[in-house]
């Protein structure tokens, strides 16, 4: 069956940062865009950051330009989400989601495939 498994959550102090993965498998990874999303407690969710099928097309968030970056292994079949500089802010819940055919599209309603997601702590 197609499994998303998200690794890598942690606690981190402010200034600190965190790598991400998603472990990917029961689907054709390389026809996927391949997304990131987060939920913070009482807010919906948000789009953090995408890459097309073969990387060739990346996006943000406003709010983690500069800050994290999103990269893919399409030979492991896996999708990475290096956050630095981490802010309180950044604080939620992270998941990956899968795109068939997409074009790395920030809305969360085009991702047809979802991980369960991995809790990242910020401290001030």
């Known amino acids: 069956q197609v499994q998303l498994v998200e690794s890598g959550g942690g606690s981190v102090q402010a200034g600190g940062s965190l790598r991400l993965s998603c472990a990917v498998s029961?689907?054709?990874?390389?026809?996927?865009?391949m997304g990131w999303f987060r939920q913070a407690p009482g807010k919906e969710r948000e789009f953090v950051a995408a890459?097309?099928?073969?990387?060739?097309?990346?996006d943000y968030a406003d709010s983690v330009q500069g800050r994290f970056a999103i990269s893919r292994d399409n030979a492991k079949g896996t999708v990475t989400l290096q956050m630095n500089s981490l802010k309180p802010e950044d604080t939620a819940v992270y998941y990956c989601?899968?795109?068939?055919?997409?074009?790395?599209?920030?809305?969360?309603?085009?991702?047809?495939?979802w991980g369960q997601g991995t809790q990242v702590t910020v401290s001030s």
């Open positions: 029961g689907l054709d990874f390389s026809t996927y865009a």
């Open positions: 989601a899968g795109d068939k055919w997409g074009s790395a599209s920030s809305r969360h309603g085009d991702y047809e495939q």
């Open positions: 890459v097309s099928q073969i990387g060739a097309k990346t």
